[in-house]
């Protein structure tokens, strides 16, 4: 299996992205990884690896693919990609087109990886909209949110397709037996919500290939009343991001009440294997990143602000997600859902 890595995506490349790449490398023996990126900095950067042993030992399966141009956050996606054809994207993307790779990870460009992979890798016949899927850190039942902010305005249709497609994921990445789907909704009778999510239960109801739950409110959203929670990407990165604020509060004003007393410290320290066990149950690094879903191949979003655990995590997450075949399984149960089609 042959995954590609851009070398020159996120906040800290390439040394993470690097650093990341071999530690897959040595943990997974029948990993292949294609770095992306200006070859001589690659290189160099390879070179610094702490441990050259162990980065010799997996050279064999490790190549530099050149492309010395560099797609930012500043620049238009769509006119990035035009432009910059010597891009880590439009190469890397490439490969995966032809076949001589199976995924392909990135911790750039959100933008650019969407319309990097609709126009370069391809929609999976019938699927509508792509959709970004996050784990949310919920413990002992992670859940996954899709769509997390691909799709700002999305058709019905487009909905019940995302509950299709993180279902699969789940299935074939997380080991869920039939993973409970549920409705991003104001409430949770079936009459809630504006049309949109009036129509989208009503289609959901119907007879799918995945196991519907019902509406599902956002202060449930942790509760672990669902496996995945399908929403329109404007709704669903309010959830992810109010999630994200309130967990780094939580933990804030936890320390900082803890801190304010002797007791507190004392207590702090009495707790501290606790306070790191949940503090790791609500690590997103572990994660890796957001699957793409819904191409022709197994791409990953990585944050922006990965570190070297995070690439090796979100490695670990495409292999995991071409190992389950979930591209192929998201292929064959898309013509099983009952939508009503509307033209794009």
């Avoid at 699969?168 to 869920?176: I, L, P, S």
Wanted: charged share 25%; net charge neutral.
């Amino acid at each position: 299996m042959k995954i590609v890595v851009d070398a020159m995506g996120g906040d800290f490349a390439p040394k993470v992205n690097v650093d990341g790449a071999i530690d897959a490398l040595r943990a997974y023996a029948d990993l292949e990884i294609a770095l992306v990126g200006p070859q001589k900095l690659i290189e160099e950067t390879m070179d610094a690896y702490q441990d050259q042993t162990a980065a010799k030992a997996v050279r064999s399966r490790l190549c530099v693919v050149d492309a010395p141009e560099v797609i930012t956050t500043e620049e238009h996606p769509v006119m990035a990609l035009r432009k910059k054809k010597q891009s880590t994207f439009v190469v890397g993307m490439d490969m995966v087109r032809q076949k001589e790779a199976e995924a392909f990870v990135s911790a750039g460009s959100t933008g650019a990886l969407m319309a990097g992979a609709m126009f370069k890798i391809g929609r999976i016949k019938g699927v509508k909209r792509p959709a970004l899927a996050t784990l949310l850190p919920v413990p002992n039942r992670p859940l996954l949110l899709v769509d997390a902010g691909a799709n700002t305005d999305c058709k019905p249709e487009w909905i019940v397709q995302f509950a299709m497609m993180g279902s699969a994921y789940m299935r074939r990445v997380m080991q869920v037996e039939k993973p409970q789907v549920g409705l991003l909704n104001i409430g949770v009778e079936e009459a809630k919500g504006n049309e949109q999510a009036q129509s989208t239960y009503q289609l959901m109801a119907k007879p799918q290939p995945f196991e519907f739950a019902g509406n599902v409110e956002a202060r449930d959203a942790l509760a672990g009343q669902v496996d995945v929670l399908a929403a329109d990407g404007f709704a669903g990165n309010v959830l992810l991001k109010n999630t994200e604020g309130v967990i780094s509060l939580m933990f804030g004003m936890l320390k900082q009440g803890l801190m304010a007393t002797t007791k507190g410290k004392i207590a702090a320290l009495l707790a501290k294997d606790t306070f790191r066990t949940l503090k790791r149950s609500f690590d997103s690094t572990e994660v890796g990143g957001a699957p793409l879903l819904g191409v022709e191949g197994a791409v990953i979003k990585a944050h922006g602000n990965s570190n070297a655990r995070a690439i090796f995590c979100a490695i670990r997450q495409a292999r995991q997600m071409v190992e389950g075949g979930v591209v192929d399984l998201i292929r064959d149960e898309v013509g099983k859902l009952s939508v009503d089609e509307e033209d794009d």
